[in-house]
């Protein structure tokens, strides 16, 4: 089997695989006005999707995630998770959602060969979690992570951007909401896109103080396996859950980079920032194309930048994170 190695020798096992960019939520973060429609183009097919996850494993793929957008927004999701994780080669199948299907669906995409599932919960408080998303449906989202739990989900992680001055004050209560409850806390650093300069002049926050409280009590960082993402995880004997932190201006953030991403309209991203995307589509019509796709994948990736550039103030073309799948 083909390897996807990069300049670096960095190998890439991960696809993120965007289905949607439409989202009904309206973070202040990320889409703040809401989803407006920026192209003519048809989000990939189910066909498609199926051509390109089959290339990806030829190429040594092991885990893709469907993401959005909200990915769940699509009426065909539950077929293209059965479809992604009846690959053979695939040994990971996950998403990542907003969560206000989870209540009514989280059993249904679990049997439909769904593993780990990633919810936003940006808040832990229901009025923070307003102000936050625009909507008012904390409690449901909640419920939702409850049925993920129960369903049996091999990893339910909550995700959560930090905000400085809005929803930084919650991190004892995520804390001690896990002690009891199997699920791994990711705290994410707010990133600067194209639209969101002086928002993120307000609200960022450095992640490496919650990672000097977590070693001072007693937490420690895991050894991550070659196709995790790049998220730091600490874990207590005392607590069921993990806590997970992912810094991109951190030093060094790039040096792991282990995932490559393709556009809900058929371009594969190198990076979530800093260029226009390599476009596959025309070779998605059927799998005859299917070499001639792998060629132009391993191709593209002789381009990959050996960092994103994000802690020199490079915010790349990237207009929001719903863009091309977070």
Not at 9 to 34: A, H, M, Q, V, W
Not at 68 to 76: F, I, N, T, V, Y
Request: charged fraction near 25%; charge should be neutral.
């Amino acid at each position: 089997m083909q390897q996807l190695k990069d300049n670096f020798n960095r190998k890439f096992e991960y696809l993120r695989l965007s289905i949607t960019d439409e989202c009904n939520f309206k973070c202040n973060y990320c889409l703040p006005d809401g989803y407006q429609r920026s192209h003519e183009n048809q989000f990939l097919s189910h066909q498609e999707i199926n051509h390109l996850v089959q290339a990806f494993v030829e190429l040594g793929t092991k885990k893709v995630r469907i993401t959005g957008g909200e990915p769940s927004l699509r009426k065909d999701f539950s077929d293209i998770i059965k479809s992604v994780a009846s690959v053979e080669g695939i040994e990971k199948v996950a998403t990542t959602t907003n969560g206000f299907r989870l209540q009514k669906d989280a059993q249904h995409w679990f049997d439909a060969g769904l593993d780990a599932i990633n919810v936003s919960v940006d808040s832990l408080d229901a009025k923070t979690f307003y102000l936050i998303t625009g909507k008012n449906i904390f409690q449901k989202v909640m419920d939702g992570v409850s049925a993920c739990v129960t369903a049996g989900y091999k990893q339910v992680k909550i995700n959560s951007v930090l905000l400085k001055g809005v929803n930084d004050k919650d991190l004892d209560l995520y804390i001690d909401w896990i002690k009891t409850q199997p699920i791994q806390l990711r705290f994410i650093e707010l990133m600067q896109t194209g639209d969101n300069a002086e928002f993120f002049d307000k609200h960022h926050l450095s992640g490496l103080w919650i990672k000097e409280k977590l070693l001072a009590e007693g937490w420690t960082q895991k050894v991550p396996l070659s196709h995790d993402g790049p998220a730091q995880i600490f874990t207590h004997s005392e607590y069921q859950g993990e806590v997970g932190l992912i810094m991109p201006y951190s030093q060094d953030f790039c040096k792991s980079c282990n995932r490559l991403r393709v556009s809900s309209t058929g371009k594969l991203h190198l990076c979530l920032f800093g260029e226009k995307g390599v476009d596959l589509r025309d070779l998605l019509i059927d799998s005859s194309q299917k070499e001639a796709l792998k060629a132009r994948i391993i191709l593209a990736l002789e381009d990959k930048k050996e960092s994103h550039y994000l802690q020199a103030g490079n915010t790349g073309i990237t207009p929001h994170l719903a863009s091309i799948g977070g």
